[in-house]
């Protein structure tokens, strides 16, 4: 009697674990920072999934030499269910002061910065950001929010994996995709051009 209810136990704990183990998935992956052909920082995301909730984070430490050292800390992290970004967060430090540090949250059917504005989504709520893309070839996809500038960036496919986004000031990036994964950005930025390979 003894050994079947321990085994009966053991069954369930067994599958209660593995369980568990089918409902969540993480992964991370790093990518070089480069400019002018030079190594200048290195870049880390991860994607953590759990049932109907999906967590993605990203940073990334530069260090770039144009007549005086700049060094820019960068950070992201997303919060989605069922699709929909729910919360949002950018920060950036340039030589350790804050440049940056935007909050965004769904509440009451919109969204709102942590200084009260509203932003203006295209539909009833926002699907997809910057930071997903280093998760998800955004095939099918118009634009993405921008966690850091709070706006909506236009997104073209301008070959097979590889997508242009519009920055703000006249800027872009360029994604490219391999099977669905992100292997390079190549980024317009004041610096010149900023490039991520994995």
């Given at each position: ?39 200048v920082g290195v870049l880390q995301t991860s994607k953590s999934l759990n049932s109907e909730k999906s967590f993605y984070e990203l940073k990334s430490d530069v260090e770039i030499n144009k ?107 360029i994604y490219h995709y391999n099977k669905g994964e992100l292997v390079k950005v190549v980024s317009a930025t004041k610096w010149g051009e900023i490039i991520f390979k994995r």
């Amino acid at each position: 009697m003894k050994r079947s209810i321990v085994f009966i136990l053991l069954c369930a704990v067994i599958g209660i674990a593995s369980q568990g183990y089918k409902q969540s998935n993480f992964s991370s992956y790093t990518m070089e920072v480069y400019r002018n052909g030079e190594r200048v920082g290195v870049l880390q995301t991860s994607k953590s999934l759990n049932s109907e909730k999906s967590f993605y984070e990203l940073k990334s430490d530069v260090e770039i030499n144009k007549l005086v050292t700049v060094k820019i800390s960068e950070s992201l992290s997303n919060q989605y269910e069922s699709g929909k970004l729910l919360s949002a967060s950018h920060q950036r430090k340039v030589n350790g002061i804050h440049q940056s540090n935007v909050q965004l949250k769904y509440d009451n059917n919109k969204y709102v910065t942590h200084n009260g504005k509203v932003v203006e989504q295209a539909g009833t709520w926002i699907g997809a950001s910057v930071l997903s893309l280093y998760h998800k070839e955004p095939i099918g996809l118009e634009g993405v929010y921008s966690e850091s500038q709070g706006v909506w960036l236009k997104v073209s496919r301008i070959g097979n994996g590889v997508y242009h986004v519009s920055l703000p000031n006249q800027q872009s990036a360029i994604y490219h995709y391999n099977k669905g994964e992100l292997v390079k950005v190549v980024s317009a930025t004041k610096w010149g051009e900023i490039i991520f390979k994995r």
